[in-house]
């Protein structure tokens, strides 16, 4: 039965690695199986089967209910319901909804279910469980592309997003009705949220609260998730299985000792079985607090399976009841495997259960928690480094002092505050003090979290490396005395001892990285690193640097950077320096302008510099000329490695063209250009493009982006020049890998050699 389990469950994941959808008919021809159930041999085999089948039903109905590409950034009425908690960063709201109607121009009704939405200034309240109706446009649920980092694709997928899009200004923008009863749990959620705001002040101490009582981690942004993965205590700042199983065991002993208070009572129904039942009921309304995320759906179902057949009279095996919890998690949500909470909230329990159950020992207490933490450390490592790329080196002493403290002090804590709300007395006083508690245990997790060497980073490593190393893994966690346990740290240390591949002497590897509207690339020699310009950053708080330069420099084994070029001060090019200072050492930074930019010199045409047989040379600005507009000055330079050229020339514009091309009109000549302002109308004129004449232009630009970036005509230009386009926001990442005795250029796209069935 346990393999069964098992095997459907790899089923359903294996499914998620196919880049191309199988036709629908497959899940038909697959019914038949089932007369050979009989087999006890042939189960594992249907089970397996039977997962793929499962999950090309769930992608193909997901997938049809897509927004057709016609409909794109056109005028549509919308009727939907909030169904997300709204995330408000300034005056921009977002939220998610559910489709009620959707119409274009012309009353044509589109099949759509589920839309995230942004909302620029709504100038009124939004709550969850209100029905609109809105004019929206709306795009396909199309991320970026990269070697490392975030894959918004996938988790949009993930979630049932079918497009994404913004609310239009229109005067018709209504709500149609409030319907509170309909998510009451939710708009309880929000309300509790809003109360919260109001009686906790500091802000990080608010966001922990809110993360702890109704699993709201809207007020996390990149720098306090860095802190927990860095500290290994992400499970503990949201409701998670943790949390869940710390009510039901409070519920679970204060429930028997009041019952035991009952001779009557207790004759009727033993204390245990009464006991459970409360435990149950606490955990189903603090999961629903929670939103029915997916670790507190686990914990529910883990604990349904083991209190139910206590209150039943049954015995269950704790391994069946976490394998039955996995399996209706995937039977519900087919979707659940793509997400790296599902094998971490899973494998903990795992590794506990593998740690305890049936083992001999006399180590109790402290001890004994002190090896379960060990091993829950040493087994999510390989599951962190696969999906992440980095573990936590002090997760162990931080979770011994943490975990008690959020158990025993801070989780009953927010739970006893709650019913508080409706006092406002009482829980000014009461959340004054938890604040102070909250804030100073975020502070000393700051503080774990820049000790040196607290966390360890994994350059990428093939497939054989894994298998090998999880192998590794589980016979280290082995109890002591069973044969070959030793062999797990000789599996283990090829993955740590890995280097990543470098390019040889006299060859160059240039990637482009997909960062929506912005730019981001680097150029790669035998023993140095040059960074050009770092990606965008927003208002809230998000930067391409966190999500993909600094994640592709981790994957590549890289510690510093020998030089950081930025080409202007634009956030859609400097946006990520901060970020990127603050992850990676750099040695030298040149800008086009330094004034705007902190530690940075300025870029001079004629500076450059030889490494392992690559040339760089800055072409512009030189120093006695003066521009109207600021990209003009942005810091060309130019790449060569034997005959082979790459010429990265920033947001200049005609008069920044112009200037190039009275100095350098006859060495412009470049196999590979990076379009000028991603390709905007007031770059890359005709001189330019004659001057320039490439195979290849790379453009670096937003999918469907407000400017209209790269704009015809421009591409037209460059077309009729003899080039071969690429753009970002359709190719996902570009990179070349030029050494000099290259007779052809041929770019790898990241999109085409990593999509997946789901890829727009």
Known sequence: MNLVLISFVVGVTLFHQLQVLPASWWAVALIPLSFFWRERRLRPLIALLLGGGWSLLNATHQLQHRLPADFEGADLLLEAVITSLPKRQGRLTSFQVEVNQLQDSQGNPLALSRLQLSWYGPGETLRVGDAW???????????????????????????????????????????????????????????????????????????????????????????EWRVFNVTGTNHLVAISGLHIGIVAGWLLFVSQWFWRRSERLTLRVPALKAGSVMALLGALIYAALAGFSLPTQRAL???????????????????????????????????????AGFWLSFGAVAVILFCVDGRISSWTGWRQMLRIQWFVTLGLVPVLLLFFGQASLISLLVNLIMVPWFTLILVPMVLFGL??????????????????????????LVWFSTLPYAVFTLPDAALWFWIVAILGFLLFIFPAGIPGRGL?????????????????HAELWFTLFDVGQGLACVIETKDHLMVYDTGPAYSSGFNTADSVLIPYLRSRGYTSIDRLVLSNGDSDHAGGYSALKQAV?????????????????ACQAGEGWHWNGVSFAILHPSGHERFNHAND?????????????????????????????ARYVKDLRSDIVVAPHHGSATSSTLPFVNAVDPDWVLVSSGYRNSYGFPKHEVVQRWQRQGAVLLNTAETGAIQF?????????APRLYRELNSRYWSD
């Open 301 to 339: 179902l883990m604990l349904l399976t083991t209190l139910g057949s206590l209150i039943l009279g049954q015995r269950i095996q704790p391994g069946r009841s976490l394998l039955l919890a996995m399996f209706l998690v995937v039977l519900w949500d087919p979707l659940a495997t793509l997400s």
């Open 419 to 444: 019913p508080l709300l409706t006092l406002p007395l009482a829980s000014g006083w009461w959340f004054s003090l938890l604040g102070w508690l909250t804030l100073h245990t975020y502070q000393l």
């Open 737 to 745: 890998r030029i050494n000099r005795g290259e007779t052809d250029l």
């Open 633 to 661: 000055r942005s810091c060309v330079v130019q790449v060569a490695v034997g005959e082979w050229r790459i010429l990265l020339p920033g947001d200049i514009e005609s008069r920044g063209e112009g200037s190039l091309l």
């Open 585 to 601: 050492m750099v040695d030298d930074i040149l800008a086009g302008e330094p004034e705007r930019l902190q530690q940075a010199r």
């Open 133 to 223: 109706r809105l004019k929206v446009r709306l795009k396909r649920p199309r991320g970026t592309h990269n070697p490392a980092g975030a894959d918004q694709e996938r988790w949009m997928y993930s979630q049932g997003i079918q497009a994404k899009g913004y609310v239009r200004k229109w005067h018709g923008n209504k709500i149609l009705e409030s319907r509170a009863w309909h998510a009451w749990v939710d708009r309880l959620r929000q309300v509790i949220a809003w109360q919260l705001d109001h009686v906790v002040h500091q802000t990080s101490a608010v966001s922990l609260i809110k993360a702890l009582a109704i699993g709201d981690k809207r007020g996390f942004g990149t720098a």
């Open 488 to 504: 797990g740290i000789w599996l283990i240390a090829p993955l740590f001892l890995l280097k990543p591949a470098r390019p040889a």
